[in-house]
């Protein structure tokens, strides 16, 4: 019932007959409650309403005769949501904030009364949705970027974002994705947590990778040194690096070397 998406729902549709007729009793009762003038009760006043005054009970034994899936509060997710019952009931209008006091007492109430099973579902389209409108702000945000790093780095080519939903802290997950006309990797990825350390990112993000080949000489570390150095000068604060070191296989002894395991077109190489 309530949730029609929610594999946990157990409730037949379309709905039986005893149910509907069910379901218009509760709808009216809700109906007259909710043109009431309204009491200023506290939660275990409003529970000894709910419990004991005769026009509450077509409303609570409706949740309690028929098992229900009800997606949870985006607050709590230990509470069923107040908006999808009210709308179940049929009440469409934004109620006020007193009466949405009672609403939520009634939720709880109905949560920890009821024959009911809590889903997720409302809360991840809602999130999902909103997941869509971020990436949407976010690529006219990585555009802006893009046009103002073209006019020094004609080697970046594109700066996409995707924006999933996730369950974490944080709700989201941002990924940048950059393309490079000219790296070994012409696509590089980060993640990031928040939209503001993927600007971030975006901001300074460079296609960095040296062909693989053996340092076994003098003048191939001072050629790959020169090459780093040259990579380091994108960078804001390359000023500050004074010296670069290649620690090649020649440095540490056979029994402390470390297997290096390359993956090429022709096979696996296997340096140790």
């Not at 939720?107 to 997720?120: A, D, F, R, V």
């Not at 050629?223 to 150095?229: I, R």
């Not at 090649?248 to 056979?254: L, M």
Request: net charge positive.
């Amino acid at each position: 019932m309530i949730c029609k998406q929610c594999p946990s729902n157990t409730l037949a549709y379309p709905l039986t007959k005893e149910f509907e007729i069910d379901l218009n009793v509760a709808q009216t009762a809700f109906a007259k409650l909710m043109d009431m003038p309204l009491k200023q009760l506290n939660k275990s006043q409003w529970y000894d309403e709910f419990s004991n005054r005769m026009m509450f009970q077509p409303i609570i034994g409706l949740f309690k005769q028929y098992e229900c899936t009800i997606p949870y509060s985006a607050s709590s997710h230990k509470r069923a949501c107040q908006k999808h019952i009210t709308q179940f009931l049929g009440y469409t209008k934004k109620p006020s904030k007193p009466r949405r006091r009672m609403l939520s007492y009634l939720s709880q109430y109905i949560t920890k009364e009821g024959n009911i099973t809590l889903c997720p579902c409302a809360l991840i389209a809602q999130k999902t949705n909103h997941a869509v409108q971020l990436q949407t702000t976010l690529q006219n945000k990585l555009d802006n970027i893009l046009d103002n790093r073209r006019v020094a780095d004609q080697n970046l080519l594109s700066l996409t974002v995707e924006v999933n939903y996730v369950h974490s802290k944080h709700d989201y997950r941002y990924t940048l994705i950059a393309e490079f006309s000219e790296a070994r990797n012409k696509i590089e990825k980060r993640i990031a947590e928040t939209s503001t350390k993927l600007l971030k990112y975006a901001k300074n993000i460079q296609a960095v990778s040296y062909d693989l080949e053996d340092m076994n000489t003098p003048q191939k570390i001072k050629t790959f040194k020169a090459s780093v150095k040259k990579e380091l000068q994108k960078f804001s604060d390359a000023a500050h690096v004074t010296d670069i070191k290649v620690y090649t296989s020649a440095y540490f002894p056979a029994h402390l070397r470390i297997p290096v395991m390359v993956n090429t077109d022709s096979g696996f190489i296997v340096n140790t």
